[in-house]
């Protein structure tokens, strides 16, 4: 009975969402509302990975399934259109898609582009030349900003030293387009929350800022890499949430598993969820399902009502 009714609940923050504006309207005509009165809820694309990667669904599908969900933003993921940042056609195809359905395309989560703390000199050049593309598909999609890692290799004050110049450079590039360069604790130092919001500050950019998941607070592992292993040093997921928040243009409400009741398994919602509500923060809330129990659906639907619960 407990599920059937947590269903309903969801069903009903569906039908809420269809109403809340006036999707006949061009997005920026539409009401202005604040976050306090509800969230603005985007769907991840890495919600679909497993579909995405085997070639079941495209960027395309997916923009359709996060309209259909009653989703009002959309945060991509550059590893599925790896080699199509200048595609022409591919950017057009997902612009008609957004505003046929009147979603708004926000971000485009890089990865895979070499690091911008590498200690070497060219490669360091290279990988900022990489993400520049990824600046060039984000202003033509009408994104407010990519997400960039903050990895190289070396001790702590030395890889901060050289992401700080890296983003500097990317920031500085992406500000005459009007996007921002958004650092994620995403394993290693980024998610020691101090040492990244020291990079955001020491950046001195107005568009440079972070992007915090609920969930990446893994500094280090015993395999000595960013994934895989087990963790053996942990940041504190509340005080790290709480250090970013500031410095917040997007955020990740991750979930990997939920108990019988709808609460996530080992993420503090209840505690958490509030805080962000009451930041101040205006942006969009990026759904993301990342657990392998539940359809990729049932899971952003779930980890959406239960937000929706402690808001």
Not at 11 to 40: A, F, G, N, V
Not at 43 to 62: C, P, R, V, Y
Not at 84 to 112: C, E, F, K, P, Y
Not at 204 to 216: E, F, H, T
Request: net charge negative.
């Amino acid at each position: 009975m407990a599920r059937y009714l947590f269903y309903f609940l969801v069903l009903c923050s569906l039908i809420s969402c269809e109403t809340r504006s006036d999707k006949s309207k061009p997005y920026s005509e539409q009401p202005s509302i604040t976050l306090h009165e509800y969230p603005k809820y985007s769907l991840a694309q890495w919600t679909f990975h497993k579909q995405l990667f085997s070639g079941e669904m495209n960027t395309i599908d997916f923009i359709d399934t996060a309209a259909h969900l009653g989703f009002e933003g959309i945060e991509y993921v550059n590893q599925f259109f790896k080699n199509q940042a200048h595609d022409q056609d591919l950017i057009d195809a997902i612009n008609a898609s957004t505003a046929r359905h009147g979603i708004r395309s926000l971000l485009i989560m890089v990865d895979g582009e070499g690091d911008l703390g590498n200690p070497n000199l060219s490669d360091r050049k290279q990988a900022i030349a990489n993400h520049k593309k990824w600046v060039d598909m984000a202003y033509k999609l009408g994104c407010h900003s990519i997400r960039v890692n903050a990895y190289g290799t070396g001790d702590r004050d030395s890889v901060w030293q050289q992401c700080k110049t890296s983003i500097i450079d990317l920031a500085d590039y992406a500000s005459s387009k009007k996007i921002n360069i958004l650092i994620e604790n995403h394993g290693g130092y980024s998610s020691d929350a101090t040492w990244l919001k020291s990079l955001i500050i020491a950046t001195q950019r107005d568009n440079v800022g972070s992007l915090p998941d609920l969930d990446n607070w893994c500094t280090r592992r015993d395999n000595g890499k960013l994934w895989g292993g087990n963790c053996i040093d942990r940041y504190d997921a509340y005080a790290g949430m709480m250090e970013l928040l500031p410095h917040a243009h997007a955020i990740s409400i991750k979930s990997k598993a939920f108990l019988p009741d709808g609460e996530e398994k080992t993420i503090d919602y209840p505690r958490i969820i509030p805080k962000i509500k009451a930041s101040g923060y205006s942006g969009y809330l990026g759904v993301e399902y990342e657990g392998t129990d539940l359809s990729p659906v049932d899971g952003a639907v779930m980890t959406r009502a239960l937000v929706e619960k402690y808001w």
